[in-house]
């Protein structure tokens, strides 16, 4: 499967931003998805995973109550809504795919993901 992130751009402190992942194939159905994201010198972070069927889901701490992971089987998309964005926020932000037999299964670690999308960068100006 290909993954393709979109959505990133230049925004202020404050503002709300979507990501989304568009996922090749007909298989979208059947993976767990993640987000992380890179900032400049620091190593990749995790940042929300979510469930083959949705209804399972989580954060790493920093993010939740700020952002919420979604998806939508029928448009294979995965999104990462983003709310009251922080210069901190400010970082390259990936989509993860990773096949799974389970359907409430999620994952929360890098090395657990088999496809990668291509970044997409964020950057919050104060």
């Known amino acids: 499967v290909q993954l393709q992130a979109s959505g990133g751009g230049l925004v202020q402190a404050g503002d709300s931003l979507t990501l989304s992942c568009a996922a090749s194939?007909?298989?979208?159905?059947?993976?767990?998805m993640g987000w992380f994201r890179q900032a400049p010198g620091k190593e990749r972070e995790f940042l929300a995973t979510?469930?083959?069927?949705?209804?399972?889901?989580y954060y790493t701490e920093s993010v939740k109550g700020r952002f919420t992971i979604s998806r939508d089987n029928a448009k294979n998309t995965v999104y990462l809504q983003m709310n009251s964005l922080k210069p901190e926020d400010t970082a390259v932000y990936y989509c993860?795919?990773?096949?799974?037999?389970?359907?409430?299964?999620?994952?929360?670690?890098?090395?657990?993901?088999?496809?990668w999308g291509q970044g997409t960068l964020v950057t919050v100006s104060s």
């Open positions: 194939g007909r298989t979208f159905g059947t993976y767990a």
């Open positions: 979510i469930s083959r069927s949705s209804e399972d889901i």
């Open positions: 993860a795919g990773r096949s799974t037999a389970y359907t409430h299964t999620y994952y929360a670690t890098a090395t657990a993901y088999q496809y």
